[in-house]
C-alpha cells in the first residue's frame, strides 16, 4: 500500500475561502438578474403593441420581466443571509436595481398603453410633455410614480430598522413591489382581457376606458409609496405564523385559484395588497374610537 500524503491545513483553508468568496457573488449577480428584467421590460414596453413569438403582446412580456424581477428581488436578501455577505453595498444595488424594475418599467408601461389608444401616428409615438395637455398630465403622472418609487426607496434605506419583532411585521408606505405589481398586473390584465374576447377591442369602448384607468391607479400607487400607512409585511407574516389548518387554507387556497386563473389572480392580489393599507387604518381607527 502506498501511504498518502498529508492534507496540508492552508489548503483546505484556501478553498473554503475560495468557495465563500464564490457563494458571495450569488446575491449579487441576483440583484443585477432584478435590474435586467427591469431594463429588459422598458425594452419591450418600449415597441409598439404587438403580439411576440410567445403569443403575448409586448407589454404582457414586460409585465413578466417585471415579476421574474420580483422574484429576483424576494430571494436575493435571503441567499445574502445564508451565504453570510450581506453587505451596505448590496443594499444600496438592492435599492438601484428596484427603482428600475418597479419605478421606471411601470411609469413607462403606463406611458406606452395609453400612447397606443390616444397618441399620435396610431400608437407608433409614446407621449411626452412636448404633446397635448393630457399628454403633459400623463407623463407628469408617469414621471410622478418614478419619483415616490425612488423616495420610497431612499426613505427605507435611511430608516434604522430596531429588533423589535413589530418593525419587520410592517412597513411605512406602499413597497415598490407591491406598487409596481399592481400597476403591472393591471396591465397585464387589460391585455389578456383583450386577447381572451377577440372582439372586445373592434369598438375600442372598453380598451381606451380601462386604459385611461392605468394613470390613475398609477397616481395612486405613487402617493401610498410615500406616505406612512402601514402595510404589512406578507413574507414575514406567513414565516412567523402559527402552523395549523387555518394557516395551511391560507397557502393553499390562493395558490390554487392562481393555476386556474393566473393573470386575473395576480390584478386581484395585488390590488387587495395596495388597498389592505388603508383598510387596515381605517379599521384600526374605528376601533380606537369605539373603545
Known sequence: MTATAPQDPRDAGVRRTRRRRA???LPTLLTLGNAICGFAAIHYAAKPIADTAFGWSTLTVAG????????FDAIDGSVARLTRSTSDIGAQLDSLADVITFGVAPAFMTLRLVSHYY???????ILGPADNAYAKFLWAIAAFYMCCTALRLARFNAEVRSAKEEDHLYFRGLPS???GGTVA??????QHLLHKHEGIEEGLTFARVAALGIPVVTAIAAFAMISNIRYSHFANKVLRSRRGFRSLLRIVVPVLIAI???TEALAAGFVVYALSGPALMFFQRGKSATA
Do not use: D, K, Q
Open 23 to 25: 457563494a458571495s457573488v
Open 119 to 125: 397618441g399620435p401616428a396610431e400608437g407608433l409615438a
Open 177 to 179: 413591489p407591491g406598487a
Open 260 to 262: 386556474w386563473w393566473p
Open 185 to 190: 398586473s393591471l396591465i397585464v390584465l387589460h
Open 64 to 71: 413578466a420581466l417585471i415579476f421574474l424581477g420580483m422574484f
